[in-house]
């Protein structure tokens, strides 16, 4: 199974499509990012990723539900390793 995060683009460097890249920030977390995929990605959007790579950009409100399902999701994993019921 594949997973693709959403993140929200800080920065952007390099002019030629092929190789632009980005700063992306995932909840606090920042990486540098590939957005040969996305040439349209400006400064602010949300992108998802995978693997380095910017696939698709993604409108606030769905980035926002999916990050809440996956810390939701994370909450869940803990409280299981700990016994609990989620």
Known sequence: M????????????????AFRRGSVDFSGVRREVSLAFTPEAQLGDY???HAGFALTVIDAQEAEITLA???????????????EQP
């Open 2 to 17: 594949c997973l693709a995060v959403p993140g929200v683009v800080l920065e952007i460097v390099g002019d030629e499509p």
């Open 47 to 49: 992108v998802l990723v």
């Open 69 to 83: 399902e996956l810390r939701r999701l994370g909450e869940a994993a803990v409280a299981e390793d700990e016994g």
